[in-house]
């Protein structure tokens, strides 16, 4: 058990990629980082010295802070955040002891570069369907919980891109996108390097329903069916993103935890 005002990696393992998961903050020295330069997923890096220019970005919001072992520099840093009003918790061990655990970790060199407000910027074709909700809900979970999404015509991609700063993605001829016979979700993990069992499962189902593959797996139909039921009962492209971060949500669980369940009635044999 983690000692008090900590986290242990198998807790935080269990948030990671959930809506209850802790906002994640890195404060490794650059030394430290530049010899692993990867990220706890969701994770953002900042300098252990000005932690409490995150309080009023954090109030409210439970915060896990971590270092390279989790001792002096999160220790101080998650004090400096309470002492400020955030709850802000200790990653037991540090970024030493979930890389030792095997656990998800982010490349931090194919990360977009954050706005002012420290948010990555997104854009995309409007009218979204499959992939181009899976992927913003991939990014919120794993990347970058306050990532922000724009949906514009399709032969305004590009374009929006270069002139607000923002990463193209789905659209043909750009870096986030398909390649062969996958779809730009299974870019994103790829790239990203998040290697997770569940996301490798799933990227499966959203690549059959995205590419009209329904061999893949049985649930592409299911996923196919909510994906344009969804598209059809929202205009506001904003509000379907909303609404598929619970699909995916659920997905997610299902894939982590529950794909050797099944559900029968009556629930046993001469049940009432």
Known sequence: MAPYNEISVSALARLIGTPDCPVLVDVRTDEDFDKDPQLIPGAFRHPFTAATDLADRLRGRSAVVYCQKGLKLSQGAAALLRASGVRAEVLHGGHLAWKDAGLPMVRADRLPPRNGSGQTLWVTRHRPKVDRIACPWLIRRFVDPDARFLFVAPSQVTLVAERFG????????????????????????????IQHPALTHL??????????????????????????????????????????????DAFYRWARDATNEGHAWPHAQGGS
Do not use: K, N
């Not at 996108?177 to 994103?188: G, K, V, W, Y």
């Not at 059959?208 to 909510?226: I, K, N, Q, S, Y």
């Open 203 to 248: 990227a499966s189902i959203i690549r059959g329903a995205d590419t009209d593959r329904h061999d893949l797996a049985p649930e592409v139909a299911g996923l196919l069916a909510v994906s344009l039921g969804l598209s059809r009962m929202f205009r506001d492209d904003l509000q379907q993103l909303e609404a598929g971060m619970l699909l995916y």
């Open 166 to 193: 923002a990463t193209p993605f789905d659209v043909e001829d750009v870096f986030w996108t398909h390649r062969r016979d996958r779809c730009t979700f299974d870019t994103m993990v790829d790239e990203f390097g």
